[in-house]
């Protein structure tokens, strides 16, 4: 079965750093990425990682989250530096086996990720 986990997430004072990590057991995907959702709100997509490494980031996080895999250790990571309130919200990973051929992976909706975590919860106080 193909499962993922989130794991990291916390209640923090704003300028504080969070690392989350994403165990994607028992498979390799070629595009991951992470999202977020805030109460009343739509989910968002805050950073993607392509098969090859590349990256994206949204304009709100971008200078500030960094996103990252292992491949080998089947983990997508995601380090949120200098946090700030709005940046609270639960965050979840989310993977797809399709390559670009699919569509641009560092571009791709959230419909368009087959797999998706739990959610791990971040809370950001000012």
């Known amino acids: 079965q193909v499962q993922l986990v989130e794991s990291g997430g916390g209640s923090v004072q704003a300028g504080e750093t969070l690392r989350l990590s994403c165990v994607v057991a028992?498979?390799?995907?070629?595009?991951m990425g992470w999202f977020r959702q805030a109460p009343g709100t739509a989910r968002e997509s805050v950073a993607g990682v392509a098969s090859d490494g590349s990256t994206s980031a949204a304009d709100s996080v971008k200078g500030r989250f960094t996103i990252s895999r292992d491949n080998a250790k089947h983990t997508l990571d995601l380090r949120m530096d200098s946090l700030k309130p709005e940046d609270t919200a639960m965050y979840y990973c989310?993977?797809?086996?399709?390559?670009?051929?699919?569509?641009?992976?560092?571009?791709?909706?959230?419909?368009?990720?087959?797999?998706w975590g739990q959610g791990t919860q971040v809370t950001v106080s000012s």
């Open positions: 989310a993977a797809d086996f399709r390559d670009d051929w699919y569509g641009p992976c560092l571009s791709r909706t959230e419909a368009e990720f087959a797999y």
């Open positions: 028992g498979s390799t995907y070629s595009c």
